[in-house]
């Protein structure tokens, strides 16, 4: 079975063909500039084939798609002989609300669902809605399926997911903690399990996506009781450019002193805050790192935030779940900064952890990095958000 995973945003779209008997990429690329020009990148993987990488008319993701499906399976860079070969379609699909705690096979009454969840994602369910409707346009009866950001985060209890609002707002208008990055947080939680060879429904994890935007996730017996992010992904971790908690009387000081639309307010939280506006430097940790290498305050400053605040809602996990038996790193600077790695490792010395230095300065690849003797373990897991999109959708369709 081959299956294709889309991830659409608003002028963009990834892919990746999947081959599930083997679950190897077979091609995988990115079609950018949708409605203001076109640019595709395709990598075929096997069979030796050229990239392709050049502007091209992109009008609507229809035509998107329709250059995805011709790249699949033109002799030149092709890995299919035909469309038919294409078993079906995973769509990452950001916001599910309450109404999706699993993935879902999509007809026309799941989009009016997704649609419903739109005032939730108003940047991204748009684009999400968009890729879908340009597939079933383009490739008919291919049987599709929704995987949601929000889903695993489904089973936290109302403790943890409730505002301390007036309780008609989470009636009515749904305000509620929903989370973000489930399906990152899914994949390394069960994997974590797999490397330590126990049973998940056993275990306590939290698991520490940590890339541009970030987030923790405490997992007890193989469910999400609590996560960092909120109603919308702004809140809990200072981020590359988002801001993460922060008091609301800020936004009214701010916007009263300096005569900002809440529009405007938003973007500067959303963009120019986080690691990238306390340090004037940047959002990307490998700057960040050269940076405080070189005597920058500022961004040592940030950096120091951050990885606080990720040892500080760890923290937090191990109390709301009585304990922790392993704590994992993902995501762009989890997998990648091994000087974050063991910055933020520091502060679990009360965990009777022990971080093994040789261990945490391997890269790529799934990894213990504590001491065979440390009380917690801790591992590296890159994540792969669309191989869990891929076997969603095998199971689904199958
Ligand atoms: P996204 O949230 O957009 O999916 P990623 O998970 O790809 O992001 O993470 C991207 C971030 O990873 C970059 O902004 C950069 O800060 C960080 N990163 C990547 N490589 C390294 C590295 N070697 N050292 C430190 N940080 C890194």
Redesign the pocket.
């Known amino acids: 079975m081959k299956i294709l995973v889309i991830n659409a945003g608003s002028s963009s779209l990834k892919y990746q063909l999947i081959d599930m008997e083997t679950e190897q990429v077979l091609a995988k690329g990115l079609c950018e500039r949708i409605g203001i020009g076109g640019h595709l990148k395709h990598s075929p993987l096997v069979g030796g084939k050229p990239v392709f990488d050049e502007d091209l008319p992109l009008p609507t993701h229809s035509e998107a798609i329709a250059a995805v499906i011709d790249k699949l399976t033109s002799p030149e860079y092709g890995v299919v002989s035909s469309m038919a070969e294409i078993d079906a379609v995973g769509h990452r699909v950001v916001h599910g609300g309450e109404k999706f705690a699993c993935s879902v096979l999509i007809n026309d009454e799941v989009m009016a669902a997704l649609q419903e969840c739109t005032p939730f994602a108003p940047l991204h369910n748009p684009a999400n809605i968009t890729g879908i409707n340009a597939c079933r346009a383009v490739m008919g009866d291919v049987p599709m399926v929704a995987v949601f950001d929000t889903a695993f985060h489904q089973t936290m209890p109302g403790k943890a997911y409730m505002y301390a609002v007036p309780y008609e707002y989470y009636k009515n208008d749904g305000i509620r903690r929903y989370g973000f990055h489930g399906t990152s947080h899914r994949y390394v939680s069960s994997r974590c399990a797999e490397l330590m060879g126990r049973p998940i429904e056993e275990l306590k994890l939290i698991s520490c996506h940590m890339?541009?935007?970030s987030s923790i996730c405490a997992i007890d017996g193989g469910k999400c009781v609590d996560t960092s992010m909120g109603f919308t992904p702004l809140v809990g971790l200072p981020m590359?450019t988002r801001c993460g908690d922060l008091d609301a009387g800020v936004i009214q000081f701010l916007m009263n002193k300096y005569g900002y639309s809440i529009d405007e307010m938003l973007n500067i939280l959303n963009k120019k805050s986080g690691v990238l506006g306390v340090s004037g430097v940047s959002?990307?940790?490998?700057d960040l790192?050269e940076a405080a290498k070189a005597g920058n305050d500022r961004a040592q400053l940030a950096l120091d935030m951050f990885h606080y605040w990720v040892a500080k809602v760890t923290g937090s996990y191990v109390a709301a779940m009585n304990g922790v038996d392993a704590i994992i790193f993902t995501?762009?600077?989890g997998e990648?900064?091994k000087a974050s790695r063991a910055a933020i490792s520091e502060y679990f010395g009360y965990l009777g952890v022990k971080i093994d230095d040789a261990a945490n300065s391997k890269r790529g690849e799934d990894i213990m990095i504590s001491t065979p003797d440390s009380k917690v373990k801790v591992f590296v897991i890159p994540t792969n958000e669309e191989l869990v999109i891929a076997r969603d959708t095998r199971d689904i369709v199958a």
């Open positions: 890339g541009n935007g590359g959002s990307d940790f490998r790192d995501a762009g600077v990648n900064s």
